[in-house]
Nanobody
Framework: QVHLVESGGGLVQSGGSLRLSCTAS????????VSWYRQAPGKQRELVAR?????????ADSVKGRFTISRNNTKSVYPLLLEMNSLKPEDTAVYSC???????????????WGQGTLVTVSS
C-alpha cells in the first residue's frame, strides 16, 4: 500500500511562489504516473500537472509557464515537487498529489491520493 503526504502549502501574496512536495511510503515500484490535482472551494477537482514514468509532463492550460512538476531524485519519483510561480488568487485551492498504476506483470492497478495541502493566494 502506497501512502502519500503533501507539504509546502500556505498563504502567499499574488505574484509570489510556493513549492509543494509529495513524499511516499510503501511500494512505489509499480507507479506509472504521478500528478498534482487541486480543488478550489465550490469547484470540481482538476488536474494541475502530471509526470509519466517516461518523463513526459503535462499541464493544465491555466498553469502552463508558471508551474513545474518535477522529481527531486533521479532514482525515485519521490519526493514529487510542484514549483508554483506567479501565483494568482484563482490558484487558491487544496492541492493533492496522486499516484496511479496499471495492471502489468506483477503490478496491480491502483490509485492513491494524499490528504492535500491548502494553498491560499491573497490579492
Amino acid at each position: 500500500q502506497v501512502h502519500l503526504v503533501e507539504s509546502g502549502g500556505g498563504l502567499v501574496q499574488s505574484g509570489g511562489s510556493l513549492r509543494l512536495s509529495c513524499t511516499a511510503s510503501g511500494v512505489t515500484a509499480c507507479i506509472s504516473i504521478v500528478s498534482w490535482y487541486r480543488q478550489a472551494p465550490g469547484k470540481q477537482r482538476e488536474l494541475v500537472a502530471r509526470l509519466t514514468s517516461s518523463g513526459i509532463t503535462d499541464y493544465a492550460d491555466s498553469v502552463k509557464g508558471r508551474f513545474t512538476i518535477s522529481r527531486n531524485n533521479t532514482k525515485s519519483v519521490y519526493p514529487l515537487l510542484l514549483e508554483m510561480n506567479s501565483l494568482k488568487p484563482e490558484d487558491t485551492a487544496v492541492y493533492s498529489c496522486h499516484a496511479g498504476a496499471v495492471t502489468f506483470g506483477l503490478c496491480n492497478a491502483f490509485d492513491v491520493w494524499g490528504q492535500g495541502t491548502l494553498v491560499t493566494v491573497s490579492s
